[in-house]
């Protein structure tokens, strides 16, 4: 069974659930919440997905970044070489765009893409208190040229969803490429 590799960097403000997601989507599968701390140091986390109706597996390395300012010289250098994005939001926080547009500038910054493929995952969805309904979200991820999926990594709804278009993008990137 063929392997694409692909390194997919995730990045957002302080306590927006970065960690928190990586874990339910790299945990044993129970999605129950463990206990986290502030990232300090760049972490990396790797899973095998299935591009469902082929033979193909998307490796995904998963760099979780600390958001805390005197780290990010660090996490620069570490997600230098990310081709993807993840770039997570707290949907009930009233100032998540203006954190979700630094974090695109960092990105952008460190890996020097102009125009990153990713996606914009609004973490505390589905509690209420959401400050973006639907369109709005996908309408401020369209702005930033990034689609847009809602989770809630505090009850495990729909966290694989955004790992899952990573690792469809990273095949429809390695199909375009092939062979050129
Ligand atoms: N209610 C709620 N709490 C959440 C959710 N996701 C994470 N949390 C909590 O928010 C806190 C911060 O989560 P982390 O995953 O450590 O956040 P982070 O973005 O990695 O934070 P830094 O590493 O400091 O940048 C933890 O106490 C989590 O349990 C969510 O969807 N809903
Ligand atoms: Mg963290």
């Not at 960097?9 to 599968?29: M, Y």
């Not at 463990?34 to 760049?42: A, G, L």
């Not at 591009?51 to 990010?72: G, K, M």
Request: with cysteine; glycine share 6%.
């Amino acid at each position: 069974m063929p392997i694409i590799r692909a390194e997919v960097a995730i990045v957002g403000d302080s306590q927006v659930g970065k960690t928190s997601l990586i874990n339910s989507f790299c945990g044993d599968g129970t999605k129950q919440q463990k206990q986290t701390s502030p990232t300090m140091y760049p972490e990396l986390h790797t899973k095998k997905i299935k591009i469902p109706d082929t033979n193909y597996q998307v490796e995904l390395i998963i760099i979780d970044t600390p958001s805390h300012r005197l780290a990010l010289p660090l996490a620069a250098r570490t997600i230098a070489e990310s081709k993807f994005l993840l770039l997570v939001i707290n949907g009930q926080d009233k100032n998540a765009q203006d954190g979700a547009r630094q974090f695109l500038s960092f990105f952008r910054d460190s890996t020097t893409i102009d125009k990153p493929k990713g996606v914009l995952v609004q973490n505390y969805s589905f509690e209420g208190n959401e400050v973006m309904n639907e369109e709005q979200l996908q309408a401020f991820g369209t702005s930033m040229g990034l689609v847009a999926s809602r989770v809630s990594a505090q009850n495990g709804k729909d966290i694989d969803l955004p790992f899952m278009m990573i690792a469809q993008a990273a095949y429809n990137l390695h199909k375009k490429t092939e062979g050129k």
